[in-house]
Each structure stands twice: as structure tokens, then as C-alpha cells.
């Protein structure tokens, strides 16, 4: 996949996206929270699967207000930025990842 993929704020359940090795963007929840800002409304994705993605550019979730799981299993690089921002997590599981082009940026409330 050459373009970017998104999981919108109103999309409900468990996002599972099997097949694509490479997303030149990913992004969930609300793009634009931040602790002024919270969300533009609540976001219901509660899991956040993609299980044979191992390249993308930039990895963004943010303001998922209900997510609770992260598995991208074959993730070894992010060439920009990884952010995961304002989720109450209770699992990040990237256990491939190698490398990250730009920076690593988690907030939120993680348990460790």
C-alpha cells in the first residue's frame, strides 16, 4: 500500500488489518489531541491490530480514548515519527521494531 491508512474517531470495535507490509502513514484516533486540546469527541477503537505491517513512515495514534491494544508484531521500522499520545493502554506490543527515523513518543497512562 503506497498511501496512508486511518482508523477515524467514530469507527467502533477492533480494527484488524491484515496484508500490507508497508503504510507510507498510519493514524488513529484524533490527530490533533494534546492536553489542551483532548479530543474532538470520543474515539471507540479498542483494538489496534496489524499484524504483517513492517515498514511505515510515520505511526501516529492519539486521543483513542477507548484503546486498549497495540500489536504490530513485524514492525522493524519507522522511518519518521512513532507516537502514541492520550490512550489509557493496557498492551503496546512491537517486539520486531529496530528502528525509528525520527523520535519515540509516548504520553498517557501506561502501567509498566
Known sequence: ?????????????????????FISSFWAGNPGASHSTPTLGPTYVEVIG?????????FSISGADYLREVNVPKLRTVNGGLQISY????TIDLPALESVGNSIY???EFDA
Open 1 to 21: 500500500m503506497t498511501g496512508g491508512l486511518g482508523i477515524f474517531r467514530e469507527f467502533r470495535g477492533e480494527a484488524i488489518i491484515a496484508g500490507p507490509t
Open 50 to 58: 496489524l499484524p504483517d505491517l513492517v515498514s511505515t513512515d510515520g
Open 87 to 90: 490512550t489509557v493502554l493496557d
Open 106 to 108: 509516548f504520553t498517557g
